[in-house]
């Protein structure tokens, strides 16, 4: 055990050192004025504050989707719907809807195509209940209780006030461990700000003694009409 969290440190280190010199804080990334309390301690958190309703989300999702899965057990990943207007918080409300009823990963992709892609209007919950039943197979009725639940209320007013604490101005934006704050702007694009992530991380781990295997390498998202 302890020979796996030297080497977890060790790798995390290594990758420091690498990018030491390209990231900076106040320009590739800022720190929060007040850290956030993450939900596990024992690992990294990275949320990534989005809206199905920004385009800029939706190219960036299949990047974003490789990068979750090269994580290990020491990267907790989470996704954080942003509202600032009604539109986003209807969407952010079929979020949580689609989280209550265990079915995001079978909607998250097809609600970014249907919205960017097809041209669909899913403002109106009934357009979003079909969208759920085709691609989920949940039953209008479920969908639709759910849908305007306390349960989903609340998870919402967690998301404004996550939103406030974390500074958010625009989307897609990534919060690492509470900590830090980047988006493609800092960055320089949407594809470095997951170089700058794993910079973070990396930094996050070694500070904590977190045992952080190395992410294995995957394709290359396409991005080329970010």
């Known amino acids: 055990m302890k020979a796996s969290i030297f080497a977890g440190v060790l790798s995390a280190l290594l990758a420091l050192n690498v990018q030491a010199m390209e990231f900076e804080e106040g320009t590739h990334y800022q720190r929060l004025n007040v850290p956030v309390q993450t939900s596990d301690d024992s690992r990294v958190e990275v949320v990534e504050a989005f809206s199905y309703a920004c385009v800029h989300c939706k190219t960036f999702d299949p990047a974003v989707e490789s990068w979750k899965h090269e994580q290990g057990a020491g990267v907790n990943f989470q996704r954080l719907p942003a509202i ?9 409300q079929a979020y949580y809807t689609a989280e209550v009823l265990g079915v995001t990963e079978q909607v998250h992709t097809p609600i970014f195509k249907a919205i960017h892609e097809q041209g669909k209007d899913l403002r109106d919950p009934a357009a979003m209940a079909i969208l759920f039943e085709s691609f989920a197979g949940v039953p209008k009725a479920d969908f639709e209780q759910v849908y305007a639940s306390f349960g989903v209320r609340s998870k919402m007013q967690q998301a404004q006030a ?3 604490a974390y500074g958010l101005t625009g989307t897609p934006s990534m919060i690492v ?17 997951l170089e700058v992530v ?3 991380v990396a930094k996050q781990a070694a500070e904590r003694g977190i045992d952080l295997p190395a992410p294995v390498p995957a394709a290359p998202a396409d991005l080329s009409s970010e």
């Open 84 to 92: 600032f207007n009604q539109t986003w918080a209807i969407f952010a």
């Open 162 to 164: 996550h939103g406030r």
């Open 177 to 193: 461990d509470g900590t830090f704050r980047t988006d493609g702007q800092m960055a320089g694009s949407n594809a470095m700000m």
């Open 198 to 200: 794993d910079y973070l």
